[in-house]
């Protein structure tokens, strides 16, 4: 059988590896792509990923589905006959007490949706452990639109406004709203009934005098998911679990559990190992794969015809590098996605959706009133660091922020920031089923049979 010369042999084989590396390219090319085609379909709603998609990740999906839900409730309420008692209200010893401030908004109003998806789907038993207290923080609560209506006082345990205040106080609140200082006005105004002070400390200070345990604090422009109190329930089951050993030894009680936040402060940062050593990551990845193919090529000879050194460097030096880069683009917050209760110290956010143990508002509510005038949430955080208090988050989010004009005059893109991203990829046919497991667990049905 004649046999090739050996310099056209040696042309074949250089040719072949140069096939070799070819295919080798174009193959990692092609489940590149597919891999980048597949994360831009799944992780375009991550703000920090390469894949974020800002033109549809504002749309409402399953808020649309709340919101619906919510209105239904409250037009049935709102022309329910005057002598029906058809809705369950708060027990005598609530074990939450809600507060909705509210304040007259130029575009829409955002209070039915946001009270009606709170209640919408609440079991008898649990709306009974529930107080809630709207708070209508405009000095002239006729001006808003919800006032006044049938629904207002049949759903909520109490309504509030600016009432039973000085008339110097009151005075100096008109004045605050005229030069649209919602600086000082908001710690005027957040979390209960209004009594003294802001809003806030009014809001607090209702709350406080229902002796309900824990005390919840919602904006009016807030949509709120089915489930939420079971799954806050077992949220401060958790932490009294965590708190246990951590109070006892390192005296650090906490200060609230945060039912909502968004993925914008859940960035790659410096802190974080493998954005820190990113560089080495790429280098020291490729290299391992680089002496693993070569230890491959040394134990298997046959190996060789395919697996020569263009293929091994095309592998090692283009391939893995290029999937490593792919990784970080889908962000991380897709890659490590919060669940549970977790640690929020270093970035919360925003004044919706925080819930408070009473043992700790009565200082706080000293704190607001000393500060007196400032962004309540910068406020709280700086307290609670200065206290080591810490602070809880709730994943996912149990509530989002639909109101994309501000009531402090913030700039949509500020608001818009302050979005729960994922939010919107909940399923109303899974959290249903989820409530409904939540309530045969031991913990959250110990607490409702103690709080009805």
């Not at 059988?1 to 040696?10: E, H, I, Y």
């Not at 002598?83 to 509210?102: D, H, R, V």
């Not at 789907?121 to 001006?143: C, H, K, M, W, Y």
């Amino acid at each position: 059988m004649p046999t090739l010369p050996p310099a056209l042999k040696s042309l074949s084989l250089r040719k072949l590896r140069r096939t070799n590396a070819i295919n080798v390219f174009l193959t990692s090319a092609l489940l590149w792509l597919i891999a980048y085609t597949f994360c831009r379909l799944r992780f375009w709603r991550d703000p920090h990923s390469a894949f974020f998609n800002d033109r549809y990740v504002y749309e409402w999906r399953y808020s649309l589905y709340r919101e619906r839900e919510g209105r239904r409730l409250i037009t049935n309420h709102n022309t329910l006959a005057e002598n029906s008692s058809s809705y369950t209200g708060a027990g005598s010893n609530p074990l939450i007490c809600a507060a909705f401030l509210t304040v007259r908004r130029e575009e829409e109003n955002y209070l039915e949706a946001s009270v009606g998806s709170l209640l919408e789907g609440l079991t008898p038993l649990e709306r009974r452990a529930l107080f809630l207290n709207v708070i209508f923080v405009d000095t002239d609560p006729s001006q808003h639109p919800s006032w006044g209506q049938n629904w207002v006082h049949r759903l909520a345990d109490h309504v509030g406004s600016y009432q039973n205040i000085s008339m110097d106080q009151f005075h100096h609140l008109q004045d605050l709203e005229k030069a649209r200082n919602f600086y000082e006005k908001g710690v005027f105004k957040p979390l209960t009934i209004c009594f003294h002070l802001n809003d806030y400390i009014h809001a607090l200070k209702a709350c406080m005098a229902t002796n309900a345990t824990y005390l919840a604090m919602f904006e009016d422009d807030s949509i709120v998911a089915d489930g939420w109190k079971a799954k806050t329930l077992k949220g401060v089951s958790d932490i009294a679990r965590i708190q246990t050993p951590k109070h006892v030894d390192n005296n650090h009680p906490w200060v609230y559990l945060r039912l909502f936040f968004t993925e914008t402060a859940l960035s790659w940062t410096s802190a974080d190992f493998a954005y820190r050593n990113m560089g080495w990551i790429f280098i020291g990845a490729s290299l391992s794969l680089l002496a693993a193919l070569m230890a491959v090529r040394r134990a298997y000879p046959s190996s060789h015809a395919y697996l020569d050194y263009p293929s091994v460097g095309v592998i090692s030096f283009v391939s893995l590098p290029a999937l490593i880069g792919l990784v970080f683009m889908v962000g991380k917050y897709s890659l490590m996605s919060l669940s549970g209760v977790v640690e929020t110290n270093a970035h919360g956010c925003c004044t919706q959706g925080l819930v408070f143990p009473r043992d700790q508002v009565d200082a706080l509510i000293a704190h607001l009133t000393e500060v007196k005038a400032g962004q309540t949430d910068s406020i709280i955080e700086e307290y609670a660091d200065a206290k080591g208090l810490t602070r809880y988050a709730l994943a996912p989010q149990q509530l989002q922020h639909v109101g994309l004009k501000s009531s402090r005059d913030n700039l949509e893109i500020n608001t818009r920031s302050t979005w729960a991203f994922r939010f919107e990829e909940n399923k109303p046919a899974d959290l249903r089923k989820e409530h409904e497991n939540l309530l045969r667990d031991v913990d959250i049905a110990r607490l409702l049979d103690g709080h009805s």
